[in-house]
């Protein structure tokens, strides 16, 4: 249904809740927004008049409309709809409304009204939506008015923090840490008195601060809350940082807990942190400078943890590009401290489906290589890789083409790779591991060796066993439940 009979519709009085649902649905796709105003000639009083509707979500929904039209002259009417509504549900889109709008003129009925729903003791049926109220005040007020982030400067403080990390990647990692840990599934947890140390590990995927809490917390979000005013989360924020209070937060949920339930547990252990914690911690979905987060165990009790936003994470700020099925950093990072006793120093390297060079440049911070190619047959991923590239200033050569339609005049002593995984069927994979091992042994010298990511381990045994031109060197299982392994293979002279 085009827009032009939706709005005909809406001026009509026809349906019109239905046909407001509809047409909100479409100004948020592409150009939507431009089209509906060359239908209006960019005046909305039809969607304003709907604000006075005796249907509730009439008005929710005309008001959300408003918004995303960003319709200038809808301020003072929205304000003066959101100030008469009675109904409690429709009130948190008035504000997040006026929040796309300039509505800076009412700034302080916004914070009085804060307060107000603050300080009130709201029945537990009403809670939810006025839960809802104060965290859209709460954005519209960050969003207008803005907020001082906090300086981390906890470098030289005595911290707990746990580093996750795949669990084949573990022992690598603790070796890099001079301090005393702990091996867990999840990483390596230790005390640490010098975080500048551990940020010149690649290994981890995240930091995670320990909250001293004793035994588990509770599950549920109101005594979660009260029991974490106890803990020492306060103290690690104010201790670690320059500043003053409140920190801006949001609330993460992993651990055993059906994914299906985290956002509402969330929600509610959020709103409930913020009310116990009496505006030192306010809640922000889109302005958090700290997450806390809530690892909910077998036993139903909940281990809390903290990720600062605030502390820089510049190991891989190289990586300006990259694709969503690319390796990330610290994977390529684990791969290469797995296979460093088998690399040279001074090597000539070559990735045949480098994507955006990830590997590559993460095997030149490992040790010096002597030259570098990275190959691909797709011209963004090669674009993509020497824009990245250029920020490290490593010498790496990218060339767009063809893997197997590549040549070069010597040979190389590292192919290095992440084997692609985007067959149609077995029979094209099969035909494609077979062509990699007898392209990669024409271009390997003697004794030359593959570092080798793959989702396929039967294929890369079977052209093992057939060809006999490799030894397997090592293998390591990466993740279980995609079956990647990285396989370290030799070049051998093929037997008479």
Same mark, same amino acid.
């Given at each position: 249904?085009?827009?032009e009979e939706?709005?005909?519709?809406i001026?009509?009085g ?15 796709e592409d150009?939507g927004?431009?089209?509906f105003r060359?239908v ?5 009083d039809v969607?304003?008049?709907c ?8 008005r929710?929904?005309?008001a959300a ?6 319709a200038?002259?809808a301020v003072d ?11 409690l549900?429709v009130?948190?889109?008035?504000v997040?409304?006026?929040?796309e709008?300039?509505c800076?003129?009412?700034l302080?009925?916004?914070h009085?009204?804060?307060e107000?729903?603050?300080?009130s003791?709201v029945p ?6 006025t ?10 007020i960050?969003k207008k008015?803005?907020?001082k ?14 580093l996750?990390?795949a669990?084949?990647?573990r ?15 999840s990483?390596?947890?230790?005390t640490?008195t010098d975080l ?9 995927q995240?930091?995670?601060?320990v ?5 588990g917390l ?11 005013k106890?803990t020492?989360l306060?103290?690690?924020l ?9 920190f801006l937060?949001r609330?993460?949920?992993?651990g055993?807990i ?6 509402r547990?969330?929600k509610n252990?959020?709103?409930?942190i913020?009310?116990?914690f009496?505006?030192a911690l306010?809640?922000?979905?889109s302005?958090?400078?700290?997450e806390i987060r809530l690892i909910?165990?077998r036993?139903?009790h909940?281990?809390?943890l903290l990720?600062?936003?605030t502390?820089?994470?510049?190991r891989?700020n190289?990586?300006?590009y ?6 990330k950093?610290?994977?390529a990072?684990?791969?290469l401290?797995l296979a460093k006793?088998?690399l040279?120093?001074?090597?000539q390297v070559?990735d045949?489906f480098c994507?955006?060079g990830?590997?590559?440049?993460e ?9 570098a190619y990275g190959?691909?047959?797709y011209g963004e ?5 020497r824009?990245n590239?250029?920020?490290t200033? +490593? @010498? !790496?050569?990218y060339?767009? #083409?063809?893997?197997? $339609?590549?040549t070069?005049s010597?040979? =190389?002593d590292?192919?290095?790779?992440? +084997? @692609? !995984?985007?067959?149609?069927? #077995?029979?094209?994979? $099969?035909?494609f591991?077979r062509?990699? =091992? ?5 271009l390997?010298t ?5 570092i080798?990511?793959?989702?396929e381990m ?5 052209y ?5 031109t490799?030894?397997l ?9 995609s ?5 370290l293979?030799?070049k ?5």
């Amino acid at each position: 249904m085009i827009q032009e009979e939706i709005y005909r519709r809406i001026c009509a009085g026809e349906n019109v809740r239905a046909n407001l649902i509809e047409l909100k649905s479409m100004l948020k796709e592409d150009g939507g927004r431009e089209q509906f105003r060359a239908v209006c000639g960019d005046r909305y009083d039809v969607i304003m008049k709907c604000l006075s509707d005796d249907d509730p979500k009439v008005r929710k929904n005309a008001a959300a409309i408003l918004g995303i039209l960003k319709a200038p002259d809808a301020v003072d009417v929205l304000m003066d709809a959101y100030e008469a509504e009675e109904t409690l549900f429709v009130r948190p889109e008035y504000v997040t409304a006026l929040s796309e709008l300039d509505c800076k003129a009412y700034l302080p009925d916004f914070h009085r009204r804060l307060e107000t729903l603050r300080s009130s003791d709201v029945p537990e049926q009403e809670k939810k939506h006025t839960q809802a109220e104060i965290a859209a005040l709460q954005e519209l007020i960050l969003k207008k008015e803005g907020q001082k982030k906090h300086k981390f400067s906890g470098y030289n403080r005595a911290n707990q923090v746990i580093l996750t990390t795949a669990p084949a990647f573990r022992e690598a990692l603790a070796a890099d840490i001079p301090f005393r840990k702990t091996l867990l599934k999840s990483g390596v947890r230790t005390t640490v008195t010098d975080l500048s140390i551990l940020q010149t590990s690649r290994l981890w995927q995240e930091m995670l601060f320990v909250i001293n809490s004793g035994a588990g917390l509770s599950g549920e979000p109101e005594i979660l809350a009260r029991q974490m005013k106890e803990t020492d989360l306060l103290s690690i924020l104010t201790e670690n940082h320059k500043g003053d209070l409140p920190f801006l937060f949001r609330v993460g949920v992993a651990g055993a807990i059906p994914k299906e339930k985290r956002s509402r547990f969330a929600k509610n252990a959020a709103a409930a942190i913020e009310t116990v914690f009496e505006g030192a911690l306010l809640n922000s979905v889109s302005h958090y400078e700290i997450e806390i987060r809530l690892i909910v165990g077998r036993d139903g009790h909940v281990t809390p943890l903290l990720k600062l936003f605030t502390l820089p994470d510049r190991r891989f700020n190289y990586r300006k590009y990259s694709v969503a099925s690319g390796m990330k950093p610290q994977t390529a990072a684990g791969i290469l401290a797995l296979a460093k006793p088998y690399l040279r120093e001074y090597a000539q390297v070559l990735d045949p489906f480098c994507g955006v060079g990830t590997l590559l440049l993460e095997r030149g911070f490992l040790t010096p290589v002597r030259s570098a190619y990275g190959i691909d047959i797709y011209g963004e991923a090669i674009r993509n890789a020497r824009a990245n590239t250029k920020l490290t200033g +490593m @010498p !790496v050569n990218y060339i767009n #083409r063809d893997f197997f $339609d590549f040549t070069h005049s010597y040979l =190389f002593d590292e192919i290095i790779t992440d +084997m @692609p !995984v985007d067959f149609t069927d #077995r029979a094209q994979a $099969d035909t494609f591991y077979r062509r990699f =091992f007898e392209k990669a042994e024409s271009l390997l010298t003697e004794h030359g060796r593959v570092i080798c990511y793959s989702r396929e381990m039967g294929l890369v045994k079977k052209y093992l066993r057939l060809r006999g031109t490799f030894r397997l060197l090592a293998e390591f299982c990466i993740t279980e439940k995609s079956g990647a392994h990285l396989f370290l293979l030799e070049k051998i002279r093929k037997a008479a």
